[in-house]
């Protein structure tokens, strides 16, 4: 007869918390599907920006076998506003829209077999049915800022579970995922960079890091313009866990193969769209910008930047973040607007103030890392253990440093050696936390010098970096709420902002376009 084995009161607790967690991002993933579904019925087709020029692309591709080329004349103002002042009513033609035919491919040619698949099918139900696959990308977006909030925030579990739920409940965001868009998949692939970026300075895996950040980022410029900014990341990431290393200086040497490897891989992976628009477009035009330049003729132009115009953009990419839904002609009243100002000026308030205790745990003196479980442990314990491998600090490295905040308890020594001490906050993972900011910083810079000569102050060309900006909220939420109550307030605000989506869908933007209807 065997043995009874002993209970694992400590097993059995981490196998029941796993579940926990697991079952309430199942709720999430759940809860962002059934909305997006609801989203992508409603929503009348054609009703969401530049759909009708998205869905060319991908018939082009489905229907003539070939990628589409921008030529002049696949752009028209006049046409496209008196199309979106009458919400396309039902029979009017899009097909002179091809104005997204300069986009790298990977989205479009996705989303082919399923075009292929409801061929037959009647047009609307087609359009749900592409809307759906980008809903489908989103649910992995969600995923994947799970898994980037789990490497910064290990501890508590409601970090990650509240930035998954703020990814998959903002109102706009969830409109966009619903709608036929490559938003989703680039903003997929640039979390999938950083998650392999923050999983090196944890524990560098050369060369497998350097070739799973080289597939994100080849097929992160293979979908939108915006994955270029993963080329900085890589750099930035991987010098950052260099300055990590024991051994620094071996480590500083071995950048520059780690960049090139990464970057061959991401060349093998996209480098033949770039010269196919060079053959196409010419030499000096590999991203098709000139190209594009010459087609929008007729696109609203920013102009001066008084400070009347600086508000106005302020403000409408604030509002757009949000929810200005349709073509940007569906905006909440204006209290919602100074609710979600208010919100979001407090959650700004607790970003200042986890700003400010990075500040001063980059004092001199020892500080603890944190393990792959979120514990404290010391510099020294050994990698089998599931710690950080041995860093040596210096203080003119300070963002690449992992400290805990000032006021946590230091670790202290029992009969067997050093003990875990467990701080009532997460430690502060400047290292990651430095590479959320530079993709924000990244994003915000191409937006704004995107609307220095065009007038497109819409929010949702800061998605791309939602996931660390779902982050950085987070952790400054939690500054601002005792430790009891962190998870609470974040399971509530979860759950009002899932309820914020339904309403936005059936008291915002279904009314506006049942009003429209001839």
């Given at each position: 007869?065997?043995?009874?084995?002993?209970?694992?009161?400590?097993?059995?607790?981490r196998?029941?918390?796993?579940?926990?967690?697991?079952?309430i991002?199942?709720?999430?993933?759940?809860?962002?599907?059934?909305l997006?579904?609801?989203?992508?019925?409603?929503?009348?087709?054609?009703?969401?920006?530049?759909?009708?020029?998205?869905?060319?692309?991908?018939?082009?591709?489905?229907?003539?076998?070939r990628l589409?080329?921008?030529?002049?004349?696949?752009?028209d103002?006049?046409?496209?506003?008196?199309?979106?002042?009458?919400?396309?009513?039902?029979?009017?033609?899009?097909d002179?829209?091809?104005?997204?035919?300069?986009q790298?491919?990977?989205y479009y040619?996705?989303?082919?077999?399923i075009?292929?698949?409801?061929?037959?099918?009647?047009?609307?139900?087609?359009?749900?049915?592409?809307?759906?696959?980008?809903?489908?990308?989103?649910?992995?977006?969600?995923?994947?800022?799970?898994?980037?909030?789990s490497?910064?925030?290990?501890k508590?579990?409601?970090?990650?579970?509240?930035?998954?739920?703020?990814?998959?409940?903002?109102p706009?965001?969830?409109?966009?995922?619903?709608?036929?868009?490559n938003?989703?998949?680039?903003?997929?692939?640039?979390?999938?960079?950083?998650?392999?970026?923050?999983?090196?300075?944890?524990?560098?895996?050369?060369?497998?890091?350097?070739?799973?950040?080289?597939?994100?980022?080849?097929?992160?410029?293979?979908?939108?313009?915006?994955?270029?900014?993963?080329?900085?990341?890589?750099?930035?990431?991987?010098?950052?866990?260099?300055?990590?290393?024991?051994?620094?200086a071996?480590?500083?040497?071995?950048?520059?193969?780690r960049?090139?490897?990464?970057?061959?891989?991401?060349?093998?992976?996209?480098?033949?769209?770039?010269v196919?628009?060079?053959?196409?477009y010419?030499?000096?035009?590999?991203?098709?910008?000139?190209?594009?330049?010459?087609?929008?003729?007729?696109?609203p132009?920013?102009?001066?930047?008084?400070?009347?115009?600086?508000?106005?953009?302020?403000?409408?990419?604030?509002?757009?973040?949000?929810?200005?839904?349709g073509?940007?002609?569906?905006?909440?009243?204006?209290?919602?607007?100074?609710?979600?100002?208010?919100?979001?000026?407090?959650?700004?308030l607790?970003?200042a103030?986890?700003?400010?205790?990075?500040i001063?745990?980059?004092?001199?003196?020892?500080?603890?890392?944190h393990?792959?479980?979120?514990?404290?442990?010391?510099?020294?314990?050994?990698?089998?253990?599931?710690?950080?491998?041995t860093?040596?600090?210096?203080?003119?490295?300070?963002?690449?440093?992992?400290?805990?905040?000032?006021?946590?308890?230091?670790?202290?020594?029992?009969?067997?050696?050093?003990?875990?001490?467990?701080?009532?906050?997460?430690?502060?993972?400047?290292?990651?936390?430095?590479?959320?900011?530079?993709?924000?910083?990244?994003?915000v810079?191409?937006?704004?010098?995107?609307?220095?000569?065009?007038?497109?102050?819409?929010?949702?060309?800061?998605?791309?970096?939602?996931?660390?900006?779902?982050?950085?909220s987070?952790?400054g939420?939690?500054?601002?709420?005792?430790?009891?109550?962190?998870?609470?307030?974040?399971?509530?605000?979860?759950?009002?902002?899932?309820?914020?989506?339904?309403?936005?869908?059936?008291?915002?933007?279904?009314?506006?376009?049942?009003?429209?209807?001839?």
């Open positions: 007869m065997r043995p009874i084995p002993a209970a694992n009161p400590g097993r059995d607790a196998v029941t918390e796993r579940f926990r967690r697991r079952a991002l199942g709720l999430i993933i759940l809860g962002y599907l059934s997006a579904v609801l989203y992508a019925v409603h929503v009348p087709i054609w009703n969401a920006p530049d759909e009708p020029a998205h869905y060319n692309f991908i018939r082009t591709i489905a229907v003539d076998h589409p080329v921008l030529v002049p004349g696949d752009y103002q006049a046409e496209i506003a008196r199309l979106t002042s009458d919400h396309f009513r039902p029979g009017e033609s899009i002179g829209l091809r104005y997204e035919s300069h790298p491919p990977l040619l996705l989303e082919a077999p075009f292929l698949a409801t061929a037959r099918a009647s047009r609307p139900v087609q359009v749900v049915a592409l809307r759906l696959v980008t809903a489908l990308i989103g649910a992995l977006v969600i995923l994947a800022t799970y898994r980037l909030a490497l910064v925030f290990p508590p579990a409601s970090y990650p579970l509240a930035a998954a739920a703020f990814v998959a409940f903002l706009m965001h969830l409109f966009m995922d619903a709608a036929i868009d938003d989703a998949l680039v903003e997929l692939l640039l979390c999938l960079v950083l998650i392999v970026l923050v999983d090196d300075l944890i524990k560098p895996r050369e060369p497998r890091n350097d070739l799973l950040v080289g597939v994100a980022a080849g097929l992160a410029a293979l979908t939108k313009l915006d994955g270029g900014i993963s080329a900085v990341l890589i750099v930035v990431g991987f010098a950052g866990s260099a300055l990590l290393a024991a051994d620094r071996r480590a500083l040497r071995r950048v520059p193969l960049v090139i490897r990464a970057g061959l891989v991401a060349l093998l992976i996209s480098g033949w769209w770039f196919r628009n060079v053959v196409i010419g030499l000096g035009d590999p991203f098709a910008l000139r190209r594009h330049a010459q087609v929008v003729l007729g696109q132009l920013t102009g001066a930047l008084t400070r009347s115009r600086l508000r106005d953009l302020a403000l409408t990419a604030f509002h757009s973040f949000w929810g200005q839904f073509w940007m002609g569906i905006p909440y009243t204006d209290r919602t607007y100074d609710v979600l100002a208010t919100l979001s000026l407090l959650v700004a607790g970003v103030l986890y700003a400010w205790r990075v001063q745990a980059l004092g001199p003196g020892v500080r603890l890392d393990g792959a479980n979120g514990d404290a442990v010391e510099p020294r314990q050994d990698r089998e253990k599931g710690a950080l491998p860093r040596r600090f210096s203080r003119s490295f300070a963002p690449f440093r992992d400290v805990r905040c000032p006021d946590a308890p230091r670790a202290t020594r029992g009969p067997n050696g050093p003990r875990r001490s467990v701080s009532p906050r997460p430690p502060i993972p400047t290292s990651a936390l430095a590479l959320l900011l530079l993709e924000i910083l990244l994003v810079v191409g937006v704004v010098f995107y609307n220095l000569r065009y007038l497109q102050p819409q929010g949702r060309y800061f998605f791309p970096a939602l996931p660390a900006l779902a982050i950085l987070v952790a939420i939690g500054e601002l709420i005792r430790d009891e109550h962190v998870g609470l307030v974040l399971t509530i605000a979860g759950i009002a902002l899932f309820w914020f989506c339904a309403f936005s869908l059936f008291q915002v933007i279904g009314p506006a376009f049942a009003a429209a209807a001839p």
